[in-house]
Every structure is written in C-alpha cells, then in structure tokens.
C-alpha cells in the first residue's frame, strides 16, 4: 500500500511539473509558502512518507559503517524525487 500512495504521488508531481513548465502564467511569484496547493501538500506527504518508511530504519546503520546507501538512493530516483526543485 505505501509503494503504491508513493507512485500515485509521484505521478501526481510529475503532472504537475509537465503542467506548471507547459503554461507561460506560471511563476514562482505565484507560490505562496504559507498556502500550499494540494500537489505540493502531497508531494510532502510523500517525502515525509518515505523519510519515515525507508529513510530512518536504516540511516544509524548505514552512517555507523560510513556507507552510501545505493539502493535507497534508486527508490528515490524511481520516484522523482532526485534533483528536484519545489518552490
């Protein structure tokens, strides 16, 4: 059930992206930081989910043995999540 509310999200965001680049009106003067729309509420839904979820449980481990964690680091790319840039 969490993989699948993350690649509903997912999807979400990147409609959102393709949409907010396809149209000229939009601007980063548009964002309030203080009102949110509800793609990037649940954009952050889904970050926290996946911090909570996937991040913590193995954070201690890898960072006591000084180790990258590859895997983790593919979920993210599946889900959009790396180099992205939300205002």
Do not use: C, W
């Not at 509310?5 to 680049?21: E, I, K, N, P, V």
């Not at 979820?53 to 890898?62: D, F, G, I, K």
């Not at 964690?69 to 939300?86: A, E, M, S």
Request: no cysteine.
């Amino acid at each position: 059930m969490f993989v699948s509310r993350l690649r509903q999200a997912h999807t979400a965001s990147r409609r959102l992206f393709s949409t907010a680049t396809a149209s000229s009106t939009a601007t980063l003067t548009d964002f309030n930081a203080f009102n949110p729309t509800e793609e990037h509420k649940g954009l952050r839904e889904m970050v926290r989910s996946f911090a909570e979820n996937e991040v913590e449980p193995q954070a201690l481990e890898y960072n006591r043995a000084e180790k990258f964690n590859i895997p983790l680091f593919r979920k993210l790319g599946d889900l959009g999540l790396l180099g992205i840039t939300v205002p």
